[in-house]
């Protein structure tokens, strides 16, 4: 799903939990990221009632707020995998307006001309970039004046969901030069481990310095972000005091909450034909569950 950071400063990742795993330098810095430029984000906001497809848009209850505030990041598709709306995002940001929410909906591709990033970058949209658009987003929605600037919160999905693990660790900030960090951070079915087409040796998007509370959600049947991958590094940063938790559905395929894609088969980056099964059961708790570990997260800086 990801091949590698752009280049320069080097950080090196620890992997554990499986002997093909090395340390491996992971590289990125604010030139590399700032190859593909800056997403112009939305300053008007959009009805969601009238919503009938997903699009880059920012959201709002009726009323002046201020509002928590919740920044959606896509999977590696885009909003129109293959053309087609994935309904979920929409399904994602109409659920967090309902609970009160301020809802940026991000598009890492369509502004940039980019269809896929499942296999890849493409138009220099790598996760580094992928981290700086989000980080962005977080300093945007703070300028706003609905907005509760202590109340800002991230949830991520697969592509979108390693963008969120880099983001919660300081370290992308300080190398990205940002300033304006989230609150809480949610990742959904998240690619922990890349696996990189060109050869170059398998890298994580877990780095040190996770700061900010974080829950991660897997799926026990996913084959195309394997829970294994991600479990043992995020337990590793846990014992040693990060504001970590994560779930595991055991029943659970990638992309269990996309409804408009269920049934959908294909052969990944790694050769694994997935199949993506919807579960509302599954996608239901999901929804409870994050949206009581941003509410607890934000009760706690209070």
Known sequence: MFRRFASALS?????????AL???P?????????????LVLPTEVSDIASATAPVMALYKPDGGGPFPALVLLHQCGGLRPNGNPNMSMLDWAKTAVARGYAVLQLDALAQRGADTLCFGPQKDIAPSRGALDALQAAAHLRKLPFVDKDRVALAGFSWGGGIAL???????????????????VVSSYPACVAHPRDGTPPYTTVLSGIDRP?????GGRDTETVPGDCIPLLDR???????IEWHVYPEANHCWDCASMSGRKFKDIRGNINEYLYDGGVTRDQTERMFAFIETAFKARR
């Open 237 to 243: 940063q846990k014992q040693a005091g990060a504001p």
């Open 214 to 218: 974080l829950l991660a959600m897997f």
């Open 166 to 184: 880099l983001v919660g660790s300081s370290q992308t900030a300080k190398k990205l030069n940002q300033s304006q960090r989230y609150n809480a």
């Open 22 to 24: 090395a340390q491996t």
């Open 26 to 38: 992971v590289e990125y810095n604010l030139g590399g990221a700032a190859r593909a430029k800056d």
């Open 11 to 19: 950080l090196i990742a620890i992997f554990q939990g499986s002997a």
